[in-house]
Nanobody
Framework: QVHLAESGGGLVQAGGSLRLSCEASGSIFSLNHMGWYRQAPGKQRELVAAVTSAGSGGSIYYGDFVKGRFTISRDNDKNTVYLQMNSLKPEDTAVYFC????????????WGQGTQVTVSS
């Protein structure tokens, strides 16, 4: 089983920055993606950013709305993924969920409990 521990959410003014962290523990399949999704009230969960494991090519993906404001990074030795969010906007307000997607013969998703990010105008 895999456990994801998130930290770093909070309240920030528009234009400010936050850094989210997510550490994965347990038996983690070597081929995987780690990343962040978010869900605002009344909206569907959407991809913020994800990075694949080295064995999967080390690629990085961002949601279209990021537009250069966020940066995802990964420390494979610590099984930790970071999301640096700059130039935050009120519309970035949401619960942010860490995700680990194992690429076995089928895809297995693990989710963190979520961390609230609130951006005030």
């Amino acid at each position: 089983q895999v456990h994801l521990a998130e930290s770093g959410g909070g309240l920030v003014q528009a234009g400010g920055s936050l850094r989210l962290s997510c550490e994965a523990s347990g038996s983690i399949f070597s081929l995987n993606h780690m990343g962040w999704y978010r869900q605002a009230p009344g909206k569907q969960r959407e991809l913020v950013a994800a990075v694949t494991s080295a064995g999967s090519g080390g690629s990085i993906y961002y949601g279209d709305f990021v537009k250069g404001r966020f940066t995802i990074s990964r420390d494979n030795d610590k099984n930790t993924v970071y999301l640096q969010m700059n130039s935050l906007k009120p519309e970035d307000t949401a619960v942010y969920f860490c995700n680990l997607k194992e690429l076995r013969w089928r895809t297995i998703d693990y989710w963190g409990q979520g961390t609230q990010v609130t951006v005030s105008s």
